[in-house]
């Protein structure tokens, strides 16, 4: 089995639990001796690696013939492209539960680290996940004149309604793209946009499902 370890935990004096998100869900690993230097768990044990391991059907096992698929050296080596990948690991360790499609999500996590827009791939995740956690954003027009986005609302402002703008039209057709375009297809754009895009994502997981992001802070 493969996972990515998105929380790592000293355990007693010379182990360490590793939270672990796979296909099938979260898995919690006690890997023996990756606290000692010389051990040669310490490598594997590490936040934001993935992993193979041998399965035991449970969600509490220990570590047992493991080894490296990728170990996000690249990412570890940037700090902000860090805190951009510890969102997304943030968001699974606060939201996810045993009753969503895991596959669809691990596999989604897998693109956006792929990704060489990671920054950008990680805010699209995190608009991307809100379909299956049950609170997606409503961005289909239905005709009339757009004037941005309303966090409360989750969805369009149109000319006429009373609701506050929180991101007018061109940061709306941003939010737009990102909740929809591939991983590999995401573009750059100006960091005043990303910053507002930010803001919005903070306080849409804040209103609607009453958690705060800290990566986004």
Do not use: C, W
Not at 41 to 60: G, H, P, V, W
Not at 151 to 169: C, H, N, R, S, W
Not at 200 to 212: D, E, G, M, N, R
């Amino acid at each position: 089995m493969e996972g990515i370890i998105y929380k790592v935990q000293p355990y007693q004096e010379h182990a360490r639990l590793l939270f672990v998100y796979t296909m099938i869900g979260k898995k919690t690993l006690l890997a023996q001796g990756s606290q000692k230097l010389n051990h040669p768990n310490r490598i594997l044990a590490q936040y934001l690696t993935q992993i193979e391991f041998k399965d035991q059907d449970k969600s509490f096992l220990t570590l047992s013939e493991a080894k490296i698929i990728n170990d996000y050296a690249q990412i570890k080596e940037d700090y902000k492209l860090t805190k951009s990948a510890a969102l997304m690991l943030e968001i699974i360790d606060l939201l996810i539960v045993d009753s969503y499609d895991h596959q669809e999500i691990y596999q989604s996590l897998i693109k956006a680290l792929q990704s060489k827009q990671l920054e950008i791939a990680t805010l699209s995740f995190a608009l991307k996940i809100l379909r299956p956690l049950g609170y997606p954003l409503d961005l289909n027009a239905d005709g009339r004149k757009v004037l941005g986005v309303n966090v409360e609302k989750g969805g369009l402002v149109y000319q006429g309604d009373p609701d506050i703008i929180d991101l007018d039209v061109k940061e709306s057709i941003v939010l737009l793209k990102m909740n929809f375009i591939p991983y590999q297809d995401l573009e750059a754009y100006e960091i005043e946009t990303i910053a507002k895009i930010k803001s919005f994502i903070l306080k849409y997981y804040q209103y609607h499902l009453q958690s705060t992001l800290k990566n986004l802070q």
